[in-house]
């Protein structure tokens, strides 16, 4: 497959490089130092899985340059999305699919404005990873998947190809086809563990010791999962007993928003705890831990000093 990797980052830059070593034709759209550096020396991936050095890797900040694609992994920041999304033109082709694996709930929408919803594929990134150094991801634990589908449900020749190409990469992915509940799932636990490790500067192991501060991540996974119901989407069953993974001693995750606040990088806090006050103001829901997460951590959304 023809592959294109808008924002090559921990999500886009691991997956991405994954698929490259397994032999797919990828091509990392990237910018600043971190594109100087893969240009220079490759993308390299450091990780429990397994490190991996893609050199040369096909880099560049114009999408101009590789032309129409078989797929887009779209891995910008949320408050990228639009200007990112409108350099998505000539990626696309016909049949091309824009899997978003952005955090949130909005992406699929936004882009969908930009590059019309048939090009749209709903995506969810499973792993803790972020630019360690420019041109170098740092995968932290094991655990990677991808899981990805159609907005409507079905099996298309597009998401049956890219399962096939993360097969021969070697890690987890699924079909989804419920990709709405899968966002949803993965918001209750993202927008939860970001926030609290926002509000105590810890991995979500560690801010989770106190038994007041466990019961305040139940409390926020609570909280999406009652928004979501009342908008009609049905979280899977295991959703709010899925941290136990994360919880436990050792685990050490530290999630993209918390890195960011400590670079004194801007935060994606609006489109995650943000989201779901806004979602649960409009199903009549009350969200009273993100509401607090997002007035204590809003003096830090642009950026600033390094926490």
Known sequence: MKIAVMGAGGVGGYFGARLAASGQDVYFIARGPHLAAIRANGLRVKSDAGDVTIKPAQATDDPADI????????AVKLYDTDGAGRMLAPLIGPETGVVDLQNGIDGEDELAAIVG?????GGVAYLSAHIGEPGVILHVGKGAKLAFGE???????????????????????????NI????????????????????????????????????????????????AAA?????????????????????????????????????????????????????????????????????????????
């Open 67 to 74: 032309g129409p694609v078989d797929i887009v992994l779209f």
């Open 117 to 121: 919803r048939e090009h749209v594929v």
């Open 151 to 177: 907005l409507d449900g079905r099996r298309s020749s597009r998401v049956e190809a890219l399962a096939a190409a993360c097969a021969a990469a070697g890690f987890s992915h699924e079909i989804s086809g």
């Open 180 to 227: 709405e509940a899968a966002l949803w799932s993965k918001l209750a636990m993202l927008a939860s563990m970001s926030a609290l490790s926002c509000l105590t500067r810890l991995p979500v192991d560690q801010a989770v010791r106190e038994p007041e501060t466990l019961e305040l991540l139940r409390a926020a996974m609570k909280e999406v999962a009652e928004v």
């Open 231 to 307: 908008k009609g989407v049905t979280l899977p069953a295991d959703t709010l007993a899925g941290f136990n993974a994360v919880t436990r001693g050792g685990s050490n995750i530290r999630p993209s928003m918390l890195v960011d606040l400590e670079r004194g990088k801007p935060l994606e806090l609006d489109r995650l705890s943000g989201a779901v006050v806004r979602a649960g103001a409009e199903a009549g829901v009350p969200t009273p831990f993100h509401s607090m997460a997002l007035a204590l951590l809003k003096p830090f959304v642009k950026g600033g000093p390094a926490a």
